[in-house]
């Protein structure tokens, strides 16, 4: 199942004071891919997130979005390239309701004055750094607030347009009936599926999952395992999965990443993962090992108690 | 050459005041994340209190040490008191809630006190300014040249004073437990109170230290500028806190370090340019500052956990 | 209704219905005085509130803005009140003048809500309110020192060329923006941002950009407001314009209710009527001796006042009078609401 390379992150680490929060990441997404990231609590899952969606910037290492450098880039234009996110805490935008939620991610992908290509174009070219290019946007940003003041024919087509797609998207992910709900008044599993359909509405490339089944019982992990996979058909997306929960890691993913304190211990297909020696220790403590018989691998640090 | 001399001695005699209320800010800020607008006001209180007691003391005594030290105290007591008042009932309650809530809740009391202290009945003081009385009867301490640089007694021990309340406050911080403990509450309220420590109390505490150290920084500005008045708090205070900030609000060097640069600028540019300027060099250089370094000279822009 | 009829229609109808108001009210110097104040109150606390409550910044620096409109427009005005423009009758060539110097005034501070705004918005929240603290008072010490403007006695002179009808044009102006902002998907972004700031810009929300865009148009129409001022007071000087003022629209801000529009409407009528209606109740009732002092104590008692309610607002009620509802939110649901854009 390979396709076009959409995300590539190349030796990439990060260091907070004198601490390696990551170090040496590798990973690649191509279109259709469905891989798994996981490891033990503070392994450095969500900072591998927050790296490749820009909110923080790699001190070592390159990051590439559909060909682009995107080092040092900021959230939000690593986000109008192609690579979208939910978060581990669930960060909706609690009071607004829940087509609202999705209408600010579908925020207009046309300009009115400059399009999007020739913008891209511009940073392209100077690696992400034109002036020329923010200048460009700032003015389509202001003639877009004027349309809206005005209540153009052209702008009030667009609102109809985002008010479409984020009603799709609510029921593609089954919570059309939640449409004028505050987000905030949602229950559990339905706000983790709000911030799928908030982030498919940035018409993302590759779609970032930080824990999508954190605290749903087992028939809506099913259900949700489902749906993962529908969603990279239908959207045709590259998928990259932070889990801690086993049975759906190795249910769906087609490869596997395991890290332990910033470091990759082991990546490859789900079965000889799960059998490899260095993570059954990072999991399970070496004590787990000599009572099963098997051979203790080289050093590697102590871990932390495995997640439920 | 004297000229800047003279500067000299001033800026850092008024950066000392400020250091002092800056102190108060920063610690205040380092427990609760809270910019307590109304600590300026606070101060202007503890001025006034020690007008008070002044005034009871009458005129041979207010002048003699023990006189002198009776209005010191009876300001810092009191305003201690009145700090433990202001985050009793009007902070604690919102400690849980967002930050922009309690910032509201500082303006509404810095207000209240400072305007409040503007009206005319019963004990408050009214608008007019008052003189504060000559608790150190002035007399030239060092006079260099042909009076090219004066240094007044009172200056120096103004400066004296201010060095001693904040090498205190520095022992007090790095030595104690409760400066510990006060340490580890600026840093995560929720796991200080799950090793033991009683974040009540400490922010309570620490609240009426930096009351009281507001309090005494205000004696020593009437001392010097000998005019007082209600609203006087305002502006001293937005300055102290504009030199915490420029520190690094939540540093404590920092804030003394801020509050002398605050009073060198301020010195330097109204001496060589007009005094009509004198306001706007505080904020002017904030902003500079701001640009430069977004979380002061010796703070850190705290990155948020996503 | 044709699209493009959509929006010009509200326009329309504010346009003939302020123009009545014009003139069966416009004579009563009294009245229009009033009306014009509780105006400007409300512009300034409409447009605050596109910043401190839309987008969950805190800006407390509104009444520099302020200033910069209003001295920008008033010198303008002293400069030209003796031109005349050719061709047209004296009284539309007035208006015309000083519609011009509001838009310059407006415009002059929207330069300067971009200025401060643009390395300011990066910063944390309390450092922003500081900063924004800073500006107005700057700007203040600025105008003070100045002889153009008149140092610390200011502009006198100004044509009164303001009216019932501009200063309420303008008002409906500033909520028609308001609500068409919020109304919009843009609105919501901004929301977004005063809910989780980096869950918006993982979005695809460029949030310094739509801060910095929300503060300019809130200092536009705070620079309008002031625009209006100096022209229907007899004289402007530093003093209009601390950061008493600043405060003062804060407290309508929050009372109202953060992010809500209506909330600030209601509260600076509120808070600019009260205050004036006691005064002169109190000079009605005492004639010049003692109703004078008692009407002179409400000006010394108001800002103690304005302290203590918001503390009490604060502990007791912090989302204000409307929260962030509207007033369409709250009626019964029979009654048609406006249609949303959608």
Known sequence: ?308 | MSDFAQHLINGVAAGTIYALVALGYTMVYGVLKLINFAHGDVMMVGTFLGYAVAQQLGYEHQSSLWGVLLIFLAAMAGCAVLGFVIERFAYRPLRDKPRLTALITAIGISFTLSYGFQLDFGPLPGAAPRAFPEVIAPREWLVVGDRAVVIWNWQVISLGIAIFLMVLLQGLVYRTRFGRAMRAVSFDHRTAALMGIPVDRIIALTFMLGSALAAGAGILYAIKDTAIQPLMGLYVGLKAFVAAVIGGIGNVPGAVVGGLLLGLVEEFVVGYSSSSWRDAVAFGFLIVVLLVRPGGLFGSVAAEKV | MPAWLRGIMPVVIAIAVLVVLQLLLGDLPFFVYLASIVGVNVILAVSLNIVNGMTGQFSIGHAGFMAVGAYTAGKLSLLIKDVAIAGLPGAVSDQVQFVGTLLAGGIAAAVCGFIVGLPSLRLRGDYLAIVTLGFGEIIRVVVQNLDTFGRALGLSGIPQTSSLFAVWFCVFLVVLVARRIVGSTHGRSLWAIREDEVAAEAMGVDTTSYKVRAFVISSFFAGVAGGLFAHFVPIINPGSFTFVKSIEVVVMVVLGGLGSTTGAIVAAIVLTLLPEALRSLFIQLGGLGAGASLAQKVDQIRMPIYGMLLVILMLVRPQGLFGTREIWDMMPRWIPRPRRVT
Not at chain 1, 35 to 41: E, W
Not at chain 1, 176 to 196: C, F, T, V
Not at chain 1, 231 to 236: E, H, K, N, V, Y
Not at chain 1, 276 to 299: M, N, T
Request: aromatic fraction near 4%; hydrophobic fraction near 40%; charge should be neutral.
């Open chain 1, 1 to 308: 199942m390979s396709g076009e390379v959409l995300l590539q992150a190349v030796q990439v680490g990060i260091e907070f004071g004198g601490l390696r929060a990551l170090h040496g990441f590798d990973l690649e997404i191509r279109q259709g891919d469905l891989k798994g990231l996981i490891g033990p609590n503070g392994a450095g899952k969500t900072t591998a997130f927050n790296l490749l969606t820009g909110v923080y910037v790699p001190t070592h290492g390159e990051i590439r979005v559909c060909g682009e450098r995107v080092n040092g880039r900021k959230p939000h234009q690593i986000n109008r390239l192609g690579l979208a996110r939910t978060f581990q805490n669930i960060r909706l935008f609690r009071a607004l309701t829940a087509l609202d939620n999705v209408r600010v991610a579908c925020l207009s992908d046309e300009r009115p004055l400059f399009t999007r290509e020739r913008i891209a174009e511009l940073r392209r070219r100077a690696a992400g750094r034109s002036p020329v290019a923010s200048a460009m946007d700032a003015l389509n940003n202001y003639v877009d607030w004027w349309r809206a003041i005005l209540l153009t024919p052209g702008f009030q087509e667009e609102e109809r347009e985002i008010t479409r797609r984020a009603e799709e998207l609510l029921r593609v992910m089954g919570l059309e009936h939640r449409r004028d709900e505050e987000a905030r008044n949602l229950p559990y599993g339905e706000q983790r599926r709000l911030e799928i359909a908030r982030a498919l509405g940035t018409r993302p490339r590759v779609l970032l999952l930080d824990e999508p089944a954190a605290g749903m019982n087992t028939r809506e992990k099913g259900d949700l395992m489902v749906l993962i996979r529908q969603l990279r058909d239908q959207f045709s997306l590259g998928l990259l999965v932070i889990e801690h929960d086993m049975k759906l890691v190795m249910g769906i993913c087609e490869a596997i990443t395991v890290l332990d304190h910033g470091v990759t211990i082991a990546c490859g297909a789900p079965e000889g993962v799960r059998q490899d020696p260095k993570v059954i220790e990072a999991y399970l403590g070496d004590s787990y090992l000599a009572a099963h018989g098997l051979q203790v691998p080289a050093r590697t640090p102590t871990s932390e108690t495995p997640a439920p």
